[in-house]
């Protein structure tokens, strides 16, 4: 998978991305809880609070040493729970690179709105795929995946430098030789990629396009029961695409083509001296 370390798109409404920022605290204090095992199983906490259709479905019910809340309510809580370090960073990621300029687009209140409803929407979109499947769903994958489109949407030219983490490790070995034999730069670019990720540029509507595009092709493959849930992504894309019109900011345009353009500010007038005492009056 593609992943993006960050983007130039300025923001204009909002000091700091405060719910953005209260997302990524909350997902990682949630994961350090559960990890800890201070509370119990890691895998029987999240079986509690996962989405699992045939529980929503009252075609089956959780084992009574299992603790969670209504079958309802895990199309928000299973939002905050992630499976390993590797699952709860790459979201993280994509959720701090993007997050922070949907929010300044969106609003603080009308963000974490949107945030939340395209998990539930995202979840419901799952269950209905797999209605049968009794595989638990967790991770914030789903509402990212609304926030990438809305990204998609709000900043499509939007430069999104990023990194592909299989290429990445093929290629340190080139950067450690580099790093060996003064005479070549370690900095210097190979085919346009700058290491040691030998990241690249892509604007926003190619970078997040393709990795929508890699979302429906691993939902066409992988379907519901694969370990990632490729159809809460796909669930997720589509709210996000439907949803962010109507959470964005009146003032603030789709497709926003950059920065605001600053009026030059107007030339100021030419002084007028008063002709001195000494100087005499022009002739008639």
């Given at each position: 998978?593609?992943m993006?370390?960050?983007d130039?798109?300025?923001?204009?409404?909002?000091?700091?991305?405060?719910?953005?920022?209260?997302?990524?605290?909350?997902?990682v204090?949630v994961?350090?809880?559960v990890?800890?095992?201070?509370?119990g199983?890691?895998?029987?906490i999240?079986?509690?609070?996962?989405?699992?259709?045939r529980?929503?479905?009252?075609?089956?019910?959780l084992?009574?040493?299992?603790?969670?809340?209504?079958?309802?309510?895990?199309?928000?809580?299973?939002?905050?729970?992630?499976?390993?370090?590797?699952?709860?960073?790459?979201?993280m990621?994509f959720?701090?690179?993007?997050?922070?300029?949907?929010e300044?687009?969106?609003?603080s209140l009308?963000?974490?709105?949107f945030y939340?409803?395209?998990?539930v929407v995202?979840?419901?979109?799952?269950?209905?795929?797999?209605?049968?499947?009794?595989?638990?769903?967790?991770?914030?994958?789903?509402?990212?995946?609304g926030v990438?489109?809305?990204?998609?949407?709000?900043?499509?030219?939007?430069?999104?430098?990023g990194?592909?983490?299989p290429?990445?490790?093929?290629?340190?070995?080139?950067w450690?030789?580099?790093?060996?034999?003064?005479s070549?730069?370690?900095?210097?670019?190979l085919?346009?990629?700058?290491?040691?990720?030998?990241?690249?540029?892509a604007?926003?509507?190619?970078?997040?396009?393709?990795?929508?595009?890699?979302q429906?092709?691993?939902?066409?493959?992988?379907?519901?029961?694969?370990?990632?849930?490729?159809?809460?992504?796909?669930?997720?894309?589509?709210?996000?695409?439907v949803?962010?019109?109507?959470?964005?900011?009146?003032?603030?345009?789709l497709?926003?083509?950059?920065?605001?353009a600053?009026?030059?500010?107007?030339?100021p007038?030419?002084?007028?001296?008063?002709?001195?005492?000494?100087?005499?009056?022009?002739a008639?």
């Amino acid at each position: 998978m593609v992943m993006p370390l960050y983007d130039d798109a300025p923001l204009r409404h909002l000091k700091r991305p405060l719910v953005n920022h209260a997302l990524i605290a909350v997902n990682v204090l949630v994961f350090l809880i559960v990890q800890s095992e201070l509370l119990g199983d890691p895998l029987t906490i999240m079986r509690g609070f996962a989405i699992i259709p045939r529980i929503l479905f009252g075609e089956a019910n959780l084992a009574d040493w299992v603790v969670g809340p209504p079958p309802a309510a895990t199309l928000v809580t299973a939002l905050f729970f992630h499976s390993s370090l590797l699952h709860l960073l790459s979201n993280m990621l994509f959720l701090y690179v993007f997050g922070d300029n949907v929010e300044d687009a969106m609003g603080s209140l009308h963000y974490l709105l949107f945030y939340l409803s395209c998990g539930v929407v995202a979840g419901v979109f799952y269950i209905y795929a797999t209605p049968h499947s009794i595989t638990p769903l967790v991770g914030a994958s789903s509402a990212i995946s609304g926030v990438c489109a809305a990204f998609l949407l709000l900043y499509p030219r939007a430069t999104v430098t990023g990194f592909f983490p299989p290429l990445t490790m093929i290629m340190l070995p080139y950067w450690f030789i580099t790093l060996a034999d003064r005479s070549r730069p370690p900095t210097r670019k190979l085919m346009g990629l700058k290491p040691p990720l030998f990241s690249f540029h892509a604007s926003g509507f190619l970078f997040i396009g393709a990795w929508i595009v890699l979302q429906l092709v691993n939902a066409s493959w992988g379907g519901g029961e694969s370990h990632v849930a490729w159809m809460a992504h796909v669930g997720g894309i589509v709210a996000g695409l439907v949803l962010t019109p109507i959470f964005k900011r009146r003032r603030h345009p789709l497709f926003d083509r950059g920065p605001l353009a600053v009026p030059p500010a107007p030339a100021p007038a030419p002084e007028h001296t008063p002709p001195s005492q000494d100087q005499a009056p022009p002739a008639p």
